[in-house]
């Protein structure tokens, strides 16, 4: 598979913009289901940017230094992670959002 540009990847022109215009304002930014990090690389970085795969590829290769990576299952991490301690953190969880109308679900 082409991890930059399968079906349902943010990487297409608009789509990611339009996600990120939706964002509110945070401290902490959690993408779930990581992939190319589509989002995560385009959005201005948040104090803490904390990027959640299986992959261990998706990790390795994600080459964005102001991120905290973690090989994990989301819901795992999700489950435990201390929000108190993090601000205002916001979870982007899109895995498989296929068009830019759907983003509001994808949030
Ligand atoms: C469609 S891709 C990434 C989509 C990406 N968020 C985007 O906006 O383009 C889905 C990714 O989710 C990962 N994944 C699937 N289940 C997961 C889980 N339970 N925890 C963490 N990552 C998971 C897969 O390894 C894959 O890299």
Known sequence: MDIDNYLGGKNGSGVYQAIINL?????TYIEGFLGT??????KAPALRN???DLNKACI???GYAAAELYQCCAFQFLRTFDYESNGRTVLYLAKFAQ????????L
Not at 23 to 27: E, S
Not at 37 to 42: D, L, Q, S, T
Request: positive net charge; proline residues 8%.
């Open 23 to 27: 964002l509110p304002p945070h401290d």
């Open 37 to 42: 990090g589509a989002v995560m690389k385009r």
């Open 50 to 52: 904390i990027g959640l």
């Open 60 to 62: 390795d290769g994600f």
């Open 99 to 106: 068009r830019a109308e759907n983003v509001k679900l994808a």
